[in-house]
């Protein structure tokens, strides 16, 4: 990592009296390569730097005067002014429609987007404001990610979700199933996946609620989410089953939580026969299932919220959505993938590939076969981006919609403020309400025996 402004600043501060009141040409050039060689700096610059530190320099930049001193920082009271290329109205709004039409993607994945479906659009006629002012074409394709976060930050804060857990043990079962390690898996070959279950619950885990079912291949980020009526495994071993005929690649890999809706002999069984490598996480380690879980967030939460869902209605309406949007995500959303972590001191620094599609990232890998990319390059054309996020809108406020409508659960006496406690017999979760506490004067004198003791 090299130095910040004010370092290389600092240092020119430092070595320019030495360079000034050096007696020679010879010990004046030693100074500067040592300059040179810690800054960074062209040596034409670093003798330039060294020779007016601390003077005022006037120049004219711009038309107007500006006065500024080599070797020191700017104050903060006075900015340097530079006129904007992105200032314009129409092209925030250009930036928010896209930004919108991609469900909100961060800027380095909003310019790929950008520029894999601005012709598109522009051929379909979804971009009006382009006859008004061409202009806007070039400067949407040229701006630079930082800008674009810069300037939808403000639409970007708008948006906060926060979550919660309902995950629970699993049986002994899970001690016969190995944790996965990546001498174990080839992560680059698509076909090993990850698999989790997101809980709508609405804040209210009292009852049967709707669960949905998040499977991520981790070679192409490809992504299949399915609802369940509830966490009960004949349930999810169905969609796991259902879900494996949409993928286009073979199921070679399944890894799962510690989860009893996972961790179940039907499972085991099916991954034996199938000859499926089925694995687990660590437990109470959720980074084990990092590509899952950051698409339980970016893909689920973010497009069906935090509202609970409990009805069979819901759940017709939940995988009629999870049609659409699995097509969405998939053909038209990229993604960045991680390709190294590098550590200096304490600043970690992350480097990603470029962002691309799942539906790109099959096309170019060697293994898939050219059947399968044939069939996924017709189903790309045949589909319609605005008309099918016009879909999904539609769905979600219908899905949005049956939820506010919907009363919450009815809680009996016995369960104050949801705090139960789970008991375990026979592998049965049984529901029971709190005991009452222990009074003041039984707390006085359990903590007068433990002090004696």
């Known amino acids: 990592m090299g130095l910040t402004m004010r370092e290389r600043q600092a240092i020119i501060r430092e070595l320019a009296p030495k360079f000034r009141q050096a007696k020679s040409k010879k010990e004046r050039s030693q100074i500067v390569d ?63 429609y896209f930004w919108a039409l991609s469900d909100g993607l961060c800027g380095k994945r909003l310019v790929a987007f950008i ?3 601005f012709s598109a659009l522009k051929r379909d006629g979804e971009l009006p404001w382009l006859e008004k002012d061409p202009a806007l074409g070039s400067q949407l394709l040229r701006i630079s990610a930082a800008t674009l976060d810069r300037l939808l930050a403000t639409t970007k804060a708008k948006v906060q979700l926060k979550g919660r857990s309902t995950t629970r043990p699993g049986t002994l079962l899970k001690y016969h199933i190995p944790v996965r390690t990546h001498s174990d898996w080839n992560e680059h070959q698509p076909g090993f996946c990850e698999a989790d279950l997101v809980a709508h619950d609405g804040g209210s885990a009292y009852g049967d609620f709707i669960q949905s079912l998040n ?27 259902q879900v494996r005929q949409r993928l286009p690649f073979k199921l070679l890999g399944l890894d799962s939580d510690n989860g009893s809706e996972f961790i179940n002999h039907q499972l085991v069984r099916y ?109 790309y054309h045949l589909l319609h981006l605005v008309e ?27 369960f104050p403020n949801e705090q139960h406690r789970l008991r375990r017999s026979n592998n049965i979760v049984i529901a029971r309400p709190n005991p009452p506490g222990p009074s003041k004067q039984d707390r006085a004198s359990i903590l007068t025996k433990n002090s004696k003791t």
């Open 215 to 241: 499977l991520v291949d981790i070679a192409t980020c490809w992504t299949e989410p399915i609802a369940v009526q509830n966490k009960a495994q004949c349930h999810v071993f169905a969609a796991l089953q």
């Open 115 to 117: 520029a894999q479906t």
């Open 34 to 96: 040592q300059c040179v060689s810690i800054t960074g700096y062209t040596r034409w610059y670093a003798t330039y730097a060294l020779r007016l530190c601390g003077k005022e320099i006037t120049r004219i930049i711009d038309g107007q005067r500006v006065v500024f001193i080599p070797g020191h920082a700017r104050s903060p009271g006075s900015p340097r002014k530079r006129k904007s290329q992105y200032n314009s109205p129409a092209l925030l709004e250009a930036l928010k």
């Open 388 to 414: 099918l996020k016009r879909t999904i809108n539609g769905l979600q406020a219908r899905l949005f919609s049956s939820a506010i409508d919907r009363k919450p659960p009815r809680i009996p006496a016995g």
């Open 271 to 379: 991954c034996d026969t199938e000859k499926i490598s089925f694995t687990r996480s660590r437990p109470y380690r959720k980074n084990d299932n990092c590509f899952v879980e950051q698409k339980n967030y970016s893909i689920i939460r973010r497009t069906v919220a935090y509202y609970r869902y409990d009805s069979p209605e819901q759940l017709a309406l939940l995988n009629e959505f999870y049609l659409s949007l699995r097509l969405y995500v998939n053909f038209f959303q990229p993604v960045m993938k991680l390709t190294e972590k590098i550590r200096t001191g304490s600043h970690l620094t992350r480097r990603y590939d470029v962002p691309k599609t799942p539906y790109h990232r099959l096309l170019d890998h060697s293994s898939v076969e050219d059947s399968i990319k044939d069939a996924l390059t017709q189903q």
